[in-house]
């Protein structure tokens, strides 16, 4: 990315978190709909297009982008923001994977709404110790748009399987016998989060641990911790 592309970036007398952005519009939309159903077919639809209703009166409208985004993923187009800095572009209209665990076991399904993609970055920089991520806004228009944020650079080396599995394990996770996202990947969970996708390209080996910097994270209950370990040890 050149400088011309760095200056593009968005500059604020106060930096917004992820974490801050989702509790933002967390309250706007609870304080609007309460326990109320919003109505719409898929409200998933209508979290999507709210949440360009808030951003708009917020003021995180993008004009543009702000970085060449070249590196395109599954999940994210990405690019280097200069200052250790990494940008992420969501692909537009999709937000990301989510996985839901019901009786039979875990499952993946495609394209989650942009508040629970905000919940899972912050969460999993809580379980990581990842400095947080920064929103900068939505570029695209009501109907399809992407979320772009701002991450910290981890300089290290490409981590292994082994070495994942250790660090999951050190930070007090229990692995998970199917793959979910890549099939080569591992799967991990604890008491708060199931964390798949994890696979050395998805990883960077810093001070002797594998931290993931490209997982999918995703928040659960109580029930479904219990869930994972019976479909754990029953497996």
Known sequence: MSNDDARNIPRRATQTSCET???????VLEASH?????????????LRRDFWAWAEREGYILEALPADFSSIGHEHA????????????TIDGFFGYCVEIDEDGPALYPNTSPLVYLDRLTLHQQMF????????????????????????????TRG?????????????????????????????????????????????HVAGLD?????????IDAVQYERLQRLAKNS
């Open 129 to 156: 110790h990842v400095e947080q991520a920064v929103f900068l806004g939505l570029y695209g228009d009501r109907g399809n748009y992407t979320i772009v944020t701002q991450h910290p650079f981890v300089e290290g």
């Open 211 to 219: 931290i993931p910097v490209d997982a999918l994270v995703t928040p």
């Open 21 to 27: 952005a989702a509790s933002n519009y967390r309250g």
């Open 34 to 46: 309460g326990d109320k159903q919003p109505k719409d077919p898929d409200p998933s639809v209508f």
């Open 78 to 89: 990405i690019a280097f923001g200069g200052d250790n800095r990494v940008l992420k572009a």
């Open 160 to 204: 292994s399987f082994e070495g994942i599995t250790a660090t999951m394990l050190a930070h007090g996770f229990q692995p998970y016998p199917k793959a979910f996202g890549h099939e080569t990947s591992l799967t991990f969970f604890n008491e708060i989060a199931f964390v798949s996708d994890l696979r050395p390209v998805n990883v960077v």
